[in-house]
């Protein structure tokens, strides 16, 4: 049981990655597909930002050895936002409902998130903390870092790339690094990278 | 002479008031990133008024040309700005 949940706490981190490739809330009426592919699962996630401040999201998850998925319905609020000349600042916060599923067993889960970010367009800086409850298991508690950096200065029309690094633990669990490139051009973004335990991260999302 | 000053000076006020006509140039704050930003131009582009948007990180701004004949209200263009979720500064 305790190789078991260790296993699971491992591959719920990964999936939280597509949570913080871009900002929960995006322009009113804009709407983004999110995919997140790894060896071990599958998230897909749409989102449609209704008001300037609110988005509601539906997220799907796979985990392929655990035969588990994950449904949520969420709602992405933005506490706050700080627009300067040469930056911007953001808090989020996310709260959701859903189910779980494994072996053909369903049972109620709840989500909550917060997401704080800082860029401007050379440094960006990221902080996530996510709880994810769950009948008679323990609670989830992950959380994130990342730090990136633009080679260049991209301008609206060029191809933009940033160097990113993140770190993220799971509950007790060391911190992992990875290495990510992010690309993105008009309105798709791709992510491409791999953890130092090896295991590759491929991430799209584009705006609608 | 002072009256016909008054008169010419409300006048010239009510003729440069918005609604804006022609060109309309648009400085944004928190304008860092053109993915995000892409919505601007998605937003603009669905006002009837608007022929064409031109965005620059660099420059910080939001450029509309409008269609002939066509003008927009401030409010309205400080609106689209703000539920993309930036501010604007209108530049006369």
């Known amino acids: ?208 | 002479m002072k009256k016909l000053f008054i008169a010419l000076l409300l006048l010239s006020t009510t003729a440069f008031a918005k609604p804006l006509a022609g060109e309309v140039h648009v400085q944004v704050k928190g304008m860092v990133c053109a993915f995000c930003a892409q919505g601007l131009t998605k937003a603009f582009k669905k006002l009837p008024e608007v022929e064409t948007v031109k965005v620059s990180l660099e420059g910080k701004f939001v450029h509309l040309v409008l269609k002939k004949d066509k003008s927009l209200e401030d409010a309205k263009i400080l609106e689209t700005i703000k539920d993309a979720g930036y501010e604007g500064s209108i530049g006369h």
């Open chain 1, 1 to 208: 049981m305790f190789t078991f949940k260790i296993k699971l706490l491992c591959l719920l981190s990964l999936f939280c990655t597509t949570n913080l490739t871009a900002h929960p809330v995006i322009f009113k009426g804009g709407t983004v597909f999110e995919s997140e592919q790894s060896p071990d699962h599958q998230h897909l996630s749409l989102s449609y930002t209704f008001h300037h401040k609110t988005a509601a999201a539906f997220d799907y998850m796979k985990f392929n050895e655990l035969k588990t998925e994950f449904y949520f319905t969420k709602i992405n609020y933005r506490l706050w936002r700080q627009n300067e000349v040469e930056s911007q600042a953001n808090i989020y916060l996310s709260l959701g409902a859903g189910q779980r599923r494994e072996n053909q067993e369903l049972s109620n889960s709840g989500l909550a998130q917060m997401n704080l970010d800082w860029e401007n367009r050379d440094y960006y800086f990221s902080a996530f903390q996510e709880y994810i409850s769950q009948k008679d298991l323990d609670p989830i508690w992950h959380s994130r870092v990342r730090m990136g950096l633009a080679p260049f200065r991209g301008d609206f029309e060029d191809v933009n790339v940033w160097f990113i690094a993140q770190f993220e633990k799971t509950n007790g669990e060391h911190w992992e690094t990875t290495p990510l490139m992010r690309t993105y051009f008009k309105n798709i973004l791709w992510e491409v990278g791999a953890s130092l335990n090896g295991n590759y991260q491929l991430n799209l999302m584009f705006h609608l």
